[in-house]
């Protein structure tokens, strides 16, 4: 069965980078679109970044269009978001999800239908 284990999250001070990592198990990584959705203290899930199965279509949020970028390895079945010039609202638990079998599964957070289990970013001067 896929799974998906997120880590790289912590705390740091505004302006500041972190690069999360998605991890994958299971055999279908290469054939699955991937996102990263976030979820702040009393907000609802957010989309975060999107990218096709064979990383040629990126979509961003606009919150965070020119300071995130999120890549692929597929060999290493694995996922990245690199975040720069983090903000106080960044702050959130960001989730790695995966959809086998489509090339891109969009924005909305119901395409998705494998998750990890989250990691913290904690984004405090």
């Known amino acids: 069965q896929d799974q998906l284990v997120e880590s790289g999250g912590g705390l740091v001070q505004p302006g500041d980078s972190l690069r999360l990592s998605c991890v994958a198990s299971?055999?279908?990584?290469?054939?699955?679109?991937m996102a990263w959705f976030r979820r702040a203290p009393g907000k609802e899930r957010e989309f975060v970044a999107g990218?096709?199965?064979?990383?040629?279509?990126?979509d961003y949020a606009d919150s965070v269009k020119g300071r995130f970028t999120l890549s692929r390895n597929n060999d290493k079945n694995t996922l990245f978001l690199q975040m720069n010039s983090l903000k106080l609202d960044d702050t959130a638990i960001y989730y790695c999800?995966?959809?086998?079998?489509?090339?891109?599964?969009?924005?909305?957070?119901?395409?998705?239908?494998?998750w990890g289990q989250g990691t913290q970013v904690t984004v405090s001067s």
């Open positions: 990218i096709s199965k064979n990383g040629d279509t990126t």
């Open positions: 299971g055999r279908t990584f290469s054939a699955s679109a």
């Open positions: 999800a995966a959809r086998p079998a489509v090339k891109y599964a969009g924005r909305w957070a119901e395409n998705y239908n494998i």
